[in-house]
């Protein structure tokens, strides 16, 4: 089955204690990228990655890293979370060559639950 | 940036009813893309219906229409014969034509009166 998985979906943290939040597609996608929903400001684009070893900022990077060192995985790293952090965040992935039509679909994760105290 | 507009945050549609949600956006882009999402309680973000900014013809499946006014920046969603399944948060979302970069609306929760 296609999916993009996230791990974990519920996490309590305390602040200042890194985590990471790990996500993984299984269709081959090129291009991953990672989200953050908040109440009354929809989903904003945190990080993007358009192939292995290449990444670049969304519209909210500060005090987010991520890596593409596998084409399959795009891990989201909080070195220093705060409480401003706390959120739901959903990784996403999409085919994405010049061969491929630009309408592709994005499929998304089943979102990760953040709260950082 | 580009943004994108829902101005309307919660809606109510009684079954079997037809309802309209709306979203307009801002760009300077010819081509671009444009999504409605639709999330329900699992949080799962479903797609809903895409346009083609370079297609004048409005996308249709099943139930669910848009009205694109390409010169209005506007990217209505109808949803007709309204179910009890499509009680969720939707989304309205731009794509830029590259790919690179995605912009969501703030959403709009629809719930179904039986």
């Known amino acids: 089955e296609a999916q993009v998985t996230q791990n974990p979906r519920y996490l309590i943290t305390v602040t200042g204690k890194k985590l990471t939040v790990t996500c993984s597609q299984n269709?081959?996608?090129?291009?991953m990228s990672w989200y953050r929903q908040d109440p009354g400001l929809g989903l904003r684009q945190i990080y993007y990655s358009m192939n292995v070893e290449v990444t670049d900022k969304g519209d909210v990077p500060e005090g987010y890293k991520v890596s593409r060192k596998e084409k399959r995985n795009f891990p989201l790293i909080l070195e220093s979370p705060s409480p401003n952090q706390t959120s739901l965040y959903f990784c996403a992935s999409r085919r994405f060559t010049d061969s491929v039509p630009m309408n592709t679909e994005a499929f998304f994760g089943q979102g990760t639950r953040l709260t950082v105290v | 940036a580009q943004t994108v507009t829902q101005s309307q945050p919660e809606m109510s549609v009684q079954e079997a009813e037809t309802v309209t949600l709306s979203c307009t956006y801002d760009?300077?882009?010819?081509?671009?893309?444009l999504f409605w999402y639709k999330q329900p309680p699992s949080r799962q973000m479903i797609l809903v219906i895409r346009?083609?900014?370079?297609?004048?013809q409005n996308a249709t499946e099943n139930r669910f229409s848009v009205n694109f006014q390409k010169a209005a920046k506007s990217f209505s969603l109808k949803i007709s014969d309204s179910q009890l399944g499509d009680a969720a948060m939707y989304f309205c979302?731009?794509?830029?034509?590259?790919?690179?970069?995605?912009?969501f609306g703030t959403g709009t929760s629809l719930t179904v009166i039986p």
């Open positions: 269709m081959n996608h090129e291009y």
């Open positions: 760009t300077s882009e010819s081509d671009y893309y």
């Open positions: 979302a731009y794509r830029t034509y590259t790919g690179n970069q995605f912009y």
């Open positions: 346009q083609e900014a370079y297609k004048q």
